[in-house]
């Protein structure tokens, strides 16, 4: 395993099983906090809901590797109001963070009239979305 430090981390993250184990020390140490479902923070004293909201983009794809931002989400570039994410994803099962829940559908992954979007997903034209 590489060197880990929660410095290096982003504000709001998601562990996968190759340094699982230092975030789980990390929590004991009082460095990082729990907020959902494999979701961590360094910032130990925000409200969750507003954590994952104001990094939304960038937990789309931590959830979501193949992840097409589409629907409501890609012509407003924003969760709806409940706190709803619409994707287009092979992963099929919702994912319920703190105030926002990723809701992937099958579809037609992107074509090129689709745009670049944060963390490597990509936004539905308009016309698509």
């Known amino acids: ?7 290096t981390c982003p ?3 998601v562990s996968h099983t190759a340094i699982s184990k230092a975030f ?3 929590v004991a140490r009082g460095e990082l906090r729990r907020i959902g479902s494999r979701l961590y923070t360094r910032n ?14 960038h937990l789309v794809t931590s ?3 193949d992840a097409l931002i589409t629907d409501r989400t890609a012509l407003e570039n ?13 992963k099929g099962t919702e994912t319920q963070l703190p105030g926002l829940t990723l809701r992937p559908r099958q579809g037609a992954g992107a074509i090129d009239s689709d ?10 034209s308009t016309a698509r979305a």
């Open 78 to 90: 924003k969760p709806a109001g409940d706190g709803s994410v619409f994707l287009v994803s092979e």
């Open 115 to 124: 745009k670049p979007f944060i963390g490597g997903a990509r936004l539905a």
């Open 63 to 65: 959830y979501y590797p």
């Open 11 to 13: 504000e709001v993250f």
């Open 1 to 7: 395993m590489s060197e880990f430090s929660t410095g």
């Open 44 to 57: 130990l004293t925000e409200n969750p809901e507003r954590l994952v909201r104001r990094n939304w983009y």
């Open 24 to 26: 789980y020390d990390a």
